[in-house]
Every structure is written in C-alpha cells, then in structure tokens.
C-alpha cells in the first residue's frame, strides 16, 4: 500500500481544513487507516484512526468533537476534516496504514507511512 497525504496549509484558528490520505493497492479496504501528527519538539501522536470497513473509529481526547475522519474505499481515500482548529494542532501530520483488524493507536503497528503534509494554525 502507497500512501499520498494532502490538504495542509495555513489557516487561521477556528478555521478548517481537510486532510485526504490517498492510497494505491488492492487490500485499501482491509487496512486500518491512521492520521498521526508531529509537532516540533514532540513525540508523534495518533490523531485518530479507522477500521477497514470504516465502522470504528478512534479519536485523542484533544480533538473529539473537531475532527472527523471517513473513508471512501471506492475511492481509496481517507479524509481528516478538522474544524476548530488551534494554534496546538500545528503540526507535520501523517497517515498510515496497519493490515492488523483492529483499530491501533500506536504507530509500530503501522506498516506504511505516506509522506506528511504541514498544517499551520495562525491565533
């Protein structure tokens, strides 16, 4: 599985933005997907994560209720919309992708890694 991560850019708190993972392969659809950020100085975090079939999904306490992530295994494309946004979700953020059947958090468990896309939120 090839992952290309995309939608990052500048905005403003309390703005959006849409994060998409697109993927290449013919298994998509039996990989979890993961949305993991970096920011500097820190360690990298799962943001959130989805099942295969797009069923279970996993948030951090921090973005519950902002951040949405969604599937389209037609499409072979993950989404990440974040609203709200805040100046401490600056960050270079990631997806990944685990053959594992069960919705993980921890990035070892995560065998393909797409290329990251920088988000900047501005106070």
């Known amino acids: 599985v090839q992952l290309q991560a995309s939608g990052g850019g500048l905005v403003q708190a309390g703005g959006s933005l849409r994060l998409s993972c697109a993927a290449s392969g013919r298994t998509f659809s039996s990989h979890v997907i993961g949305w993991f950020r970096q920011a500097p100085g820190k360690e990298r975090e799962c943001v959130g994560a989805?099942?295969?079939?797009?069923?279970?999904?996993y948030y951090t306490d921090s973005v519950k209720g902002r951040f949405t992530i969604s599937r389209s295994n037609t499409e072979n494309t993950v989404y990440l919309q974040m609203n709200s946004l805040k100046p401490e979700d600056t960050a270079v953020y990631y997806c990944?992708?685990?053959?594992?059947?069960?919705?993980?958090?921890?990035?070892?468990?995560?065998?393909?890694w797409g290329q990251g896309t920088l988000v900047t939120v501005s106070s």
């Open positions: 989805i099942s295969g079939s797009g069923g279970n999904t």
């Open positions: 990944a992708a685990s053959a594992l059947q069960v919705v993980r958090t921890d990035s070892g468990s995560y065998h393909y």
